[in-house]
């Protein structure tokens, strides 16, 4: 079946300007994550949805970013007024719930570069 | 909190010999635990996980951890190296205690396996 996509797969945009990234998660995954990878480091958790409860932003850097699932699927991370620490790759991911919750299905990410 | 601590940006091994990717973590409660791989030019997939019960797991791709609590530790193990084994892995954990559902994943390890 499908697996997470995103998009877009790469995106390049002046510091200052606001940019959209979104994830299709797969169908019938309740949770989604998303992460950012920048180069040379590891995951860095951002935000996570699960179902209808409220979101864990906790991993939010600043109040720049912002995420929302519509529906219990799709979502939009967007980042406002961006810089260029903001450039890295973002990973969403989605999965099931219950004791497989943290078996995580991540998508290609998106490549953003703020020049 | 909890963190996750990979020693080794990179492990080189021959074909056909054992290999092992180390890693340790840090949580106030129980841990979950993860291994996920990312190939080169492809997703990071989930490989494993320990929740309770056997010490060691087996996973994917002949894969296996073990879980040692005393030394707080979740080798990544597998008898026999293949090229294709070549990849990124990470080590993620979860501490089962708080209320927090997202994983946080370590730095990342990059295994090189020679022909």
Redesign the interface.
């Known amino acids: 079946g499908a697996g997470v996509s995103q998009s877009p797969s790469n995106k390049v945009t002046e510091k200052g300007k606001d940019v959209e990234l979104r994830c299709d998660p797969i169908s019938g995954h309740t949770a989604l994550y998303w992460y950012r990878q920048s180069l040379g480091q590891g995951l860095e958790f951002l935000i996570y949805f699960q179902g209808n409860s409220a979101p864990d932003k906790s991993g939010l850097p600043s109040d720049r970013f912002s995420a929302e699932r519509t529906g219990g699927s799709v979502s939009t991370l967007t980042i406002q007024r961006t810089q260029q620490e903001d450039s890295a790759v973002y990973l969403c991911a989605s999965s099931l719930g219950g004791e497989r919750l943290n078996e995580q299905y991540f998508g290609p990410g998106t490549r953003l570069t703020v020049t | 909190a909890q963190s ?1 601590a ?1 020693p080794e940006d990179q492990v080189n091994v021959a074909e056909g010999n054992p290999l092992t990717v180390k890693c340790t973590y840090s949580v106030s409660g129980n841990p ?1 635990l ?1 291994w ?1 791989v990312q190939y080169p030019n ?5 490989l494993l ?1 320990y ?1 309770t019960g056997d010490n060691l797991v087996k996973g994917s791709y002949g894969f296996e951890a073990e879980f040692n609590k005393s030394q707080t530790s979740f080798h990544l193990k597998k008898p026999s190296a293949l090229v294709s084994d070549s990849a990124l892995y ?1 080590c ?1 954990v ?1 501490d089962m205690d708080t209320g ?9 390890t990059r295994l090189q396996v020679q022909p």
Not at chain 2, 42 to 46: A, C, M, S, V
Not at chain 2, 100 to 108: D, K, N, V
């Open positions: 996750v990979q979950y993860f996920y492809r997703g990071l997939q989930f996980k929740i990470f993620a979860r927090r559902r997202a994983l946080t994943f370590g730095s990342g």
